[in-house]
């Protein structure tokens, strides 16, 4: 298994690290790990097996009883394709849902979750997603003068998130199924119905699973889509970074969430949310990529996302004590 993996440096600097894994089928079903690089580092594959094996015995939804590894029941691997069979616990998405959510969250939630369904009734479609902000961090502002700011703009976020990928949370939260819908007016960012919901699936996966997690998803998205899809976009990757950015200032700290309610509360502008996308290249399909930047992590694919993040700069909301 190889693959390439952004992470970004203490400057914000993006920098893509090599991980290579080659795997070994076994009777047991989880493969073996044989070895593991990162970069230039290289880590025996005793030493491997055993961190894979610690995250299924501990990892989210993993019991003493029941590690994750028991539900897997066979691994074949083919020239890029992976196989997984895997037996499914009934009780598992109880356990994830005890684990994952507590019962302060799935309360914020709903209270959001009301407040979003109340709020989108009163926008004519096509309006801007910084109409819904508004109103959705004025009342986290309020919640959070005796309350945990970070804790609810975590919930905010993750409501947001959940109605601009269209899903509810009934999987999750059985008693979601009996909440209001919300209404779907199709909301917009700089006058594109697909950045919304390129900036608020970001914003939600950096809560669920940290920045560098959000770039993964939508750099990969990007990627597929340019073999599959509408293609390689980069004013996508804009929209997808300044999710990230706003969920980074959200969560960063309690000074931080209290300035980003206090200025999205206020109203905001779409170019005070997102950067121009003007001059970025898109809808770009394998070739056209690969003939005018080569790669994912070239020089000539740096110097772009270098210029999404000198925009993103600009904007005051996402600078350090800016907002």
Partial sequence: MTALVPIKGDSGKRYFVNLDAPLRESDAGV??????????LKIPGFVADWLLGAWLR??????PERPLSAMVRAVKMRPRQLAVTYQWHPDLLNELRTSVLTNEDRQRIRFYHEELASHSEKFPRGASITRLLQPMFKRARLRSRDGDPVAENRAAIIVLATF????GFGTVMPEAKDWPEPADPRLTLRGRRDFTQHFLTSAGLVVLGGNRFSDAIGLAKEVDDAGFGSGFSFPDIAADRAGTRFAEMALHSTEY????????AAGLKDAQLMPSVKGLPEMMNRGEFERRFERVGSPAYERMMSQIERRLDAIRLYRAGGA
Avoid at 31 to 40: C, D
Avoid at 58 to 63: D, E, L, Q, S, V
Avoid at 257 to 264: E, F, G, N, S
């Fill in 31 to 40: 493969p073996s790990v044989e070895a593991l690089r990162i970069g230039k």
């Fill in 58 to 63: 501990h990892g989210p939804g993993a019991t």
């Fill in 164 to 167: 601009g990928i269209g899903r």
């Fill in 257 to 264: 969430a209290r300035r980003l309610q206090q200025r999205v």
